[in-house]
């Protein structure tokens, strides 16, 4: 049996992480998060009687009145996630949640030199040298769940690290690949709530929509493989299908891809269970007895429309303080936008602006990371 912290249970990655537990043998759900849904958060506690039950809003906990199962306690506010990440009976902490607010309990398991199934793709583009670096210190393994990043780690295990040529990642276009450029300004918050491929939480579909996910996912996956961005070991193609999850290719020229119908209990089964792969799973199968396209579109770099990847590009390369000022500035970008007070084709050219005009700094340390993130959310208007 492996125990599992489940950190953001209450999410579209948490929910789709008890669907698999509940499918497969060998995982016992130690502790789950939620932030704000106490009804599901109380259903998901009657049905999987963790040892702890995390509620991280403290505020929303006044308003806590449920029973909990006998042998669950609930354990109230953010410090509980970095305590419960170090107990010696967690054997995974499942990191899924939204934002910057998973950074300190992804860096906790780290710390405890746990496995990391790594959904918030937040922390590592925030906070990458310092996660990568406690991990190696610790024996800590991130195993990727986002599902680009799942197929890349699951491709490179056909050949050596060495003899990598280039990652491939795959992105999806989100629901406006096709629509023309002037049009982008007068995109509503529904339009951009609908992902043509993909069901998920509201934050990363939105940033799905401006293509700002595939920055973040860039800059994960430079941390995640250690990529050399000028040597150009990352490049990035439209599949709108959303099959190949993403590609490796080898010196020699060989390309392994990883394919399956979009399903996220896939790469998390995987975060799971790797080194094993196990039947038994919900995820959905491929249909071989239809026929089927896949696309693949290079990025025209010269069109706005692409200028989110051309800034994970960059933000990559530069690495130090970049990353976290990009995470920061496109949170509060996508929640004014969520609001009104932003445009949609504003989000990635206030993002950018940011990134350019901070104080960098090379190698920052936790405390100057955290101190930054608060800056750039305070003086964001
Ligand atoms: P979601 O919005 O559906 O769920 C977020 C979870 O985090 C919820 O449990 C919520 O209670 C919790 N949470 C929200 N704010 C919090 C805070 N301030 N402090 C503590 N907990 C908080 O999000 P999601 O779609 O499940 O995404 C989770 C992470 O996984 C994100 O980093 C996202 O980019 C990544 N991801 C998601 C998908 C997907 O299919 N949903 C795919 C790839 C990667
Ligand atoms: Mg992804």
Request: proline share 4%.
């Amino acid at each position: 049996m492996k125990n599992i912290a489940l950190f953001g249970a209450t999410g579209s990655i948490g929910r789709s992480t008890l669907d698999v537990v509940k499918t497969i043998d060998g995982f016992r759900v130690l502790a789950i998060s939620g932030h704000k849904n106490l009804k599901l958060l109380h259903e998901q506690s009657m049905l999987f009687r963790p040892r702890w039950v995390i509620l991280t809003d403290e505020n929303a906990a006044k308003d806590w009145n449920f029973e909990l199962p006998v042998g669950s306690e609930l354990c109230v506010g953010m410090k509980a996630l970095t305590q419960i990440a170090a107990e010696s009976d967690v054997d995974i902490v499942v990191s899924a949640i939204v934002g910057r607010a998973g950074l300190e309990s992804t860096i906790a398991a780290a710390q405890a030199g746990k496995r990391i199934a790594l959904a918030n793709k937040e922390s590592l583009v925030a906070g990458g040298a310092l996660v990568k670096q406690i991990a190696s210190e610790t024996g800590a393994e991130i195993i990727p769940v986002d599902s680009e990043h799942s197929a890349i780690f699951q491709s490179l295990q056909a050949g050596k690290r060495k003899e990598l040529e280039r990652v491939i990642l795959t992105a999806s276009g989100g629901p406006f690949f096709r629509l023309p450029e002037k049009d982008l300004k007068n995109v509503t918050l529904d339009q951009a709530l609908k992902h043509p491929t993909w069901n998920m939480g509201a934050k990363v579909t939105l940033d799905s929509a401006t293509l700002m996910n595939k920055a973040l996912e860039i800059i994960e996956a430079k941390w995640l493989f250690d990529l050399d961005m000028t040597r150009r070991e990352l490049e990035v193609m439209i599949h709108p299908q959303s099959i190949v999850h993403s590609m490796v290719e080898f010196h020699d020229g060989a390309v392994i891809a990883q394919m399956s119908p979009p399903d996220m209990r896939l790469p998390i089964q995987n975060a799971l269970t790797y080194p094993e792969r196990v039947s038994g799973g919900p995820t959905k199968r491929t249909n071989w007895s239809i026929d089927q396209t896949l696309e693949f579109f290079a990025p025209d770099y010269s069109k706005s429309k692409f200028d989110a990847l051309k800034l994970g590009l960059e933000t990559a390369s530069l690495a130090g303080t970049a990353g976290v000022v990009l995470n920061a500035a496109n949170e509060m970008a996508v929640t004014a936008f969520t609001r009104g007070e932003l445009r949609f084709d504003e989000i990635v050219p206030r993002v950018r602006k940011t990134v350019e005009e901070h104080d960098f700094r090379q190698n920052p340390t936790l405390e100057e990371l955290t101190a930054l993130d608060e800056k750039i959310r305070k003086d964001f208007r």
